[in-house]
C-alpha cells in the first residue's frame, strides 16, 4: 500500500479558514532555491526539477517496497528589502520550493535538487481560498491573529498549494499559508 502523507498526517495539509496554532516536527524536503516572480523561467524550472527528482525517489522507494504518492509542491517565500514584502517587484522575490519526502527517502535516493530538513516548530496557519493576488486579506488575518495570541514570526512565509493550477479556476485555487511563530508575551484574556 503506498505511503499518502496527505492522509496519514492531515494536521501538517489541512488548515481552517481562521487561523489555527500548530506545531510543526522536523521533516525531509526536496528543496529548490531560486529568485524571480512565480511562474517565471526560473520558478518553472525548479518546479520541473523538483518533480522529476520525486519521482525518481519515488521509484527506488517503491523497488525497496516503501512506495509513496508524491506530496503537494510548497514554498518557502522572502525578500531582501525594508519594504512591505507585497510591495517589492516580484522579480525580485526570493523563495525555495520544497517537496515533502516520507521518512524513507534519504538524500543518497535524490538527484538534481537539494535533500533538507526544516523544522517550523509552532506555526499558524490558515486555508486560503482564490487567487494569490487575494492573498493579501488573509495574511492580515493571520497577522491579527499574532498580535492577539502574543506571536510574531519566527521564520518564513510558507505556501503548500493544494491545488493543481493547471486544472484549478483561480477562484476555486487552495493554498495552506503558513507562518512559524515565536512567543513575545501571555495572549490577551477574552
Do not use: C
Not at 80 to 88: A, H, I, M
Not at 159 to 182: F, G, M, N, Q
Amino acid at each position: 500500500m503506498k505511503l499518502d502523507l496527505a492522509k496519514t498526517d492531515r494536521p501538517y495539509y489541512t488548515a481552517p479558514a481562521d487561523p489555527v496554532l500548530r506545531t510543526f516536527p522536523t521533516y525531509s524536503y526536496l528543496t529548490a532555491p531560486g529568485r524571480g516572480a512565480p511562474g517565471g523561467a526560473a520558478y518553472s524550472a525548479a518546479v520541473e526539477s523538483l518533480y522529476r527528482a520525486a519521482y525518481g525517489a519515488k521509484k527506488q522507494a517503491k523497488a525497496a517496497g516503501a512506495d509513496f504518492v508524491v506530496p503537494k509542491l510548497e514554498g518557502l517565500w522572502w525578500v531582501e528589502s525594508d519594504l512591505p514584502p507585497l510591495t517589492v517587484p516580484r522579480d525580485e522575490w526570493h523563495w525555495k520550493l520544497l517537496i515533502r519526502m516520507p521518512e524513507t527517502v534519504t538524500a543518497d535516493m535524490v538527484d538534481g535538487v537539494g535533500f533538507e530538513q526544516l523544522t517550523e516548530g509552532e506555526a499558524i496557519q490558515v486555508l486560503h481560498v482564490g487567487p494569490f493576488a487575494d492573498e493579501p486579506t488573509t495574511l492580515a488575518r493571520m497577522d491579527a491573529y499574532m498580535a492577539e495570541h502574543g506571536l510574531t514570526m519566527n521564520g518564513l512565509h510558507h505556501e503548500i498549494y493544494l491545488s493543481d493550477l493547471r486544472r484549478t479556476a483561480p477562484e476555486a485555487t487552495r493554498t495552506i499559508l503558513r507562518h512559524p511563530v515565536r512567543r513575545e508575551r501571555e495572549p490577551i484574556a477574552p
